[in-house]
């Protein structure tokens, strides 16, 4: 129900937007977030909207340089990323689902997970 896309090879410095689609109807009413997972390591938290786009979350190695969003008319999570870093390069996954605030980075109260697609920042 979630895919995501706009991945690819990008060199250091440059911007990147990943994109979301869902197809489930009942997006709106989803807390949605962004994850990655880099060769070797285990997946982490990027950044998290609330369902109504009013909140944002982000780990602090993205803060101020990723801003997430999200337009529910058309059921679409976005990822902007304004400088990437070569330590960026991961597998990113966008997901659904309703964690309560105080644990809204935890992978494991999402529902939903789309397949990821890849980033790779060269320096």
């Known amino acids: 129900q979630l895919q995501a896309s706009g991945g690819g090879l990008v060199q250091a410095g440059g911007p990147l937007r990943l994109s979301c689609v869902s197809t489930?109807?009942?997006?709106?009413?989803?807390?949605m977030g962004w994850f990655r997972q880099a060769p070797g390591k285990e997946r982490e938290f990027v950044a998290a909207?609330?369902?109504?786009?009013?909140?944002?979350y982000y780990a602090d190695s993205v803060k101020g340089r990723f801003t997430i969003s999200r337009d529910n008319a058309k059921n679409t999570l976005y990822l902007q990323i304004h400088s990437l870093k070569p330590e960026d390069t991961a597998v990113y996954y966008c997901?659904?689902?309703?964690?309560?605030?105080?644990?809204?980075?935890?992978?494991?109260?999402?529902?939903?997970w789309g397949p990821g697609t890849l980033v790779t920042v060269s320096s």
């Open positions: 489930a109807r009942t997006f709106s009413g989803y807390s």
């Open positions: 997901a659904a689902g309703r964690p309560i605030l105080s644990a809204i980075t935890n992978g494991r109260l999402y529902d939903y």
């Open positions: 909207v609330r369902w109504s786009g009013s909140a944002t």
